[in-house]
């Protein structure tokens, strides 16, 4: 019998898709992904060697303003997931998370919500205690919740998203930046704004300090090309 084949196994991104991302030419990207996806279901596979080209593809549809398509791929992704790894696996909180992200661009916020909660139970099921991923599925959620006007109701999970990019085993200072930067955002929503300001001014110091000028703080959208 074969046997389920692991990352290590996937379909690797080719060379032209690494350079068109580079360029931040999304439509070539996006072709490019295409291609690699169909010499991947040419190839035959067994197991989920094409899910990481799904949740590439997923992505860069979404970047691309081509969002029906998007959601269309992040669908396979999670039925490929679901059928093709062992329960439990972090990769298939990871295709629902990149589901969620697709509804919510689209504007269908109720819709995304229980995909990001189901999301983030997985992976607190499968994912050690801070976790990058698990900061990314509560900054998600604190977001679909802002999205709705539910200020309130997201803030605590800002809160939560910025200790646990703030104590990761290896920070990663423009996520951290992000971080404090949303929850300035979700306080100045609630009029607060006062207790914003000093919050944004430490998001945009942190930012300075991390990255080179004029980076396009691409992170901050939420999703990138590759699964999240």
């Not at 999304?26 to 169909?38: E, I, K, T």
């Not at 269309?72 to 909180?93: Q, T």
């Not at 990314?136 to 605590?156: D, H, I, K, T, V």
């Not at 104590?167 to 914003?196: C, E, F, H, M, V």
Request: neutral net charge.
């Amino acid at each position: 019998m074969s046997q389920p084949a692991f990352a290590a196994q996937r379909w690797p991104f080719s060379y032209e898709v690494l350079m068109a991302f580079q360029r931040g030419d999304f439509a070539a990207v996006l072709a490019a992904l295409r291609a690699d996806l169909a010499r991947c279901k040419a190839a035959a596979p067994d197991a989920d060697q094409c899910l990481d080209l799904l949740l590439g593809l997923a992505n860069v549809a979404a970047m691309a303003g081509e969002l029906e398509g998007g959601e269309l791929h992040a669908r396979s992704a999670v039925a490929l997931a679901e059928r093709s790894l062992p329960a439990g696996h972090p990769d298939i909180a990871t295709s629902w998370n990149n589901l969620a992200v697709n509804l919510n661009i689209q504007g269908r916020h109720q819709e995304a919500e229980p995909l990001y909660r189901k999301a983030l139970a997985l992976r607190e099921a499968a994912l050690p205690p801070g976790h990058r991923d698990l900061a990314a599925s509560w900054n998600g959620l604190a977001s679909n919740l802002n999205a709705q006007g539910r200020f309130a109701e997201a803030e605590p999970m800002f809160r939560k998203a910025l200790a646990l990019n703030e104590a990761a085993a290896k920070p990663y200072p423009p996520d951290i930046a992000t971080s404090w930067n949303n929850l300035a955002a979700n306080i100045d929503a609630q009029g607060r704004y006062a207790d914003a300001e000093p919050l944004y001014r430490k998001a945009l110091a942190l930012r300075e300090a991390a990255l080179p000028a004029g980076h396009p703080t691409s992170r901050q959208a939420g999703t990138t090309w590759r699964p999240m």
